[in-house]
């Protein structure tokens, strides 16, 4: 059975894990190696703080074995923080953290205090979906061979690039189902790492 892993240090991490649970998804939280002992079917790097979930990632050991899983092409969704620990670069030389994602970040891009907003916004292959961005990067610039899903105001806010999702907004928040639904699809379509 496809067994997702819900990185768990720190942020959003529980919304996720309820919607994905509910569609019949076996998840797992990930705090340590020890929940890599048996392998996954896939990953949700949450919102929350990326500084925070970085420094995290490290103490624990996480970064080196995860980012291994990513590169051999385990599906990842990743949302806001989350898309910061993908990215390739960060804007202002912030340090990368799994940087397997090429595209540069902006981290905090519509400012620290007044950045929450939601809008609605075409996604490609889903239609309009109601966007939640709190405290948002975007992403300022991308390879060509990542694929751009999503624009809010002319900037890239969604992207895919092999099998890695990655959202500056927060589709756990709410009751659209229809990204975690296609994140789910491609897990039970991929293998085991
Ligand atoms: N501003 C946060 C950061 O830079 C991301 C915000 C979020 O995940 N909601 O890590």
Known sequence: MA???ILALQGAFIEHER???EMGADCIEIRNTKQLAEPLSGLVLPGGESTVQRKL??????LQPLKEKIQKGMPVLATCAGLILLAK????GDPVCFGTLPVTVRRNAYGR???SFITEEEFK???KIKMNFIRAPYVVSASPETEILARADGNIVAVRYKHQTALAFHPEVGTDERIHEMFYEEVLECGEW
């Open 19 to 21: 919607m994905l649970r």
């Open 57 to 62: 990632l490290i103490e624990e050991g996480l």
């Open 3 to 5: 067994r997702i892993g």
């Open 113 to 115: 205090q007044l950045g």
């Open 89 to 92: 670069e960060i804007e202002g």
């Open 125 to 127: 292959g889903l239609g």
